[in-house]
């Protein structure tokens, strides 16, 4: 089974920056994608950024050109560079992953697994 930890959240500045890292742990699993969310009191959660296995990403139309997601394949952690951030940024963000476990007899069904969340607080 696979577990992620989200880390680096905090109290920022408008205009300053955040790193959020989900590092995904586990045993005989391929990660599929990855992903950010972001939830705010009494919202849907929503997309922030995606990454895929062939490092192909999207962003949602908001973040574009201020966040970036990469991903430390080796070490199965995914990383969201948050600049020039604004107030309405301010969220629980949370690290999605897709995996597919290994098993002895073949690959099993593919799984989504949420982290615990991360809260960002972006003052004005």
């Known amino acids: 089974q696979v577990q992620v930890v989200e880390s680096g959240g905090g109290l920022v500045q408008a205009g300053g920056s955040l790193r959020l890292s989900c590092e995904a742990s586990g045993s005989r699993f391929r990660i599929n994608g990855m992903a950010w969310y972001r939830q705010t009191t009494g919202k849907q959660r929503e997309l922030v950024a995606r990454?895929?296995?062939?490092?192909?990403?999207n962003y949602t139309d908001s973040v574009k050109g201020r966040f970036t997601i990469s991903r430390d394949n080796a070490k199965n952690i995914v990383y969201l560079q948050m600049n020039s951030l604004k107030p309405e940024d301010t969220a629980v963000y949370y690290c999605?992953?897709?995996?597919?476990?290994?098993?002895?007899w073949g690959p099993g069904n593919q799984v989504t697994v949420w982290g615990q969340g991360t809260q960002v607080t972006i003052s004005s």
């Open positions: 990454i895929t296995r062939g490092d192909s990403t």
């Open positions: 999605n992953t897709v995996y597919t476990p290994l098993y002895s």
